[in-house]
């Protein structure tokens, strides 16, 4: 299998080019270790800087909610947008706490709910395909899974090389190994090897990848068919995994299997797996991406953006 080979530190990040990155990681780390509640406040405030600093990310967002739920009056959806971006704002510290916190402070703010559904496909010889929503709390909920069952996952290199180094070593501390977002054979390798793997099917991957069903209120969303390529080629049980705030911290939440992926043509699989996806996602959409442009491609050249 081909494992991303872990980036080594180097002398070159203590020079002034990297001085930026350090300085922030410093003010990170000094206040993860306030309490919970502490954080979550200044996450809060950290959320209004977003809005001030990155108002077109807000209103992707905001378009992005319209578009999901239709039945919302304005003011819900002002209203959502504006929990989202508190969220986004925390998100910045959950992923300080996934990278840094020590184990036991992650154990004590972490559940994982339907972890039967991996024991019964561990214990059919299966891979567990776990296709994870694109929650924005999801580099702390991976440092939980891994204390319960150590996963693997795609892995994107950051363009930063001492980012990247952190973000690896970070993301590795309770898991396995990654790979190479593009190495398909790598994952199908390592979900035939009855490993937990981790893959976000929620990703607008362009018209050539995609097939155009419903998702909320869009009729025609690109959804990725390399979901149904990984689930029919490999020996695996797919099902989705969802991270979700708690009153005391984060809660991981394994759905029942979906075998019907690797059964259906893609069209209706792909239907199928939207309507579970959006129905997770409307449980705490607060907490869902909808900074990302989910609706960018169209299925047709011409066909105008939903984002004009």
């Not at 800087?49 to 002002?78: C, D, F, H, Q």
Request: proline share 7%; aromatic share 12%.
């Amino acid at each position: 299998m081909s494992a991303i080979k872990p980036p080594k530190f180097e002398l070159a990040f203590l020079g002034p080019r990297f001085w930026p990155v350090w300085l922030g990681v410093l003010v990170l780390y000094t206040l993860t270790w306030l309490p919970l509640s502490v954080i979550r406040k200044l996450g809060a405030v950290a959320g209004r800087l977003i809005g001030l600093i990155v108002p077109k990310r807000v209103k992707v967002a905001k378009r992005n909610i319209a578009l999901t739920y239709p039945e919302l009056s304005e003011a819900e959806v002002e209203r959502l947008t504006r929990e989202n971006t508190r969220r986004a704002g925390m998100a910045l510290f959950e992923t300080a706490m996934g990278w840094w916190w020590p184990s036991w402070r992650i154990k004590r703010h972490f559940t994982l709910e339907g972890y039967e559904h991996v024991e019964a496909a561990m214990a059919q010889g299966k891979g567990i395909f776990g296709l994870a929503l694109h929650n924005m709390n999801l580099e702390f909920a991976c440092r939980g899974v891994g204390y319960i069952h150590p996963s693997i996952a795609f892995y994107r290199k950051h363009n930063n090389p001492l980012i990247d180094y952190l973000q690896y070593h970070g993301r590795a501390r309770s898991n396995k190994y990654m790979i190479h977002k593009r190495s398909a054979k790598s994952l199908i390798a390592a979900l035939d090897a009855k490993e937990l793997c981790l893959y976000l099917p929620d990703q607008d991957y362009g018209r050539a990848q995609s097939v155009f069903v419903p998702f909320g209120g869009v009729e025609k969303t690109a959804t990725s068919t390399a979901t149904l390529m990984f689930a029919k080629r490999a020996n695996c049980v797919p099902m989705i995994f969802t991270s979700q705030y708690t009153k005391n911290g984060y809660k991981v939440k394994i759905y029942p299997p979906m075998p019907e992926l690797a059964e259906l043509e893609p069209e209706p699989a792909l239907t199928l797996l939207n309507e579970h996806v959006a129905s997770i996602v409307a449980e705490q959409p607060e907490s869902y991406l909808w900074m990302h442009k989910r609706f960018k491609t169209r299925p047709y050249d011409n066909d105008p953006s939903l984002y004009d």
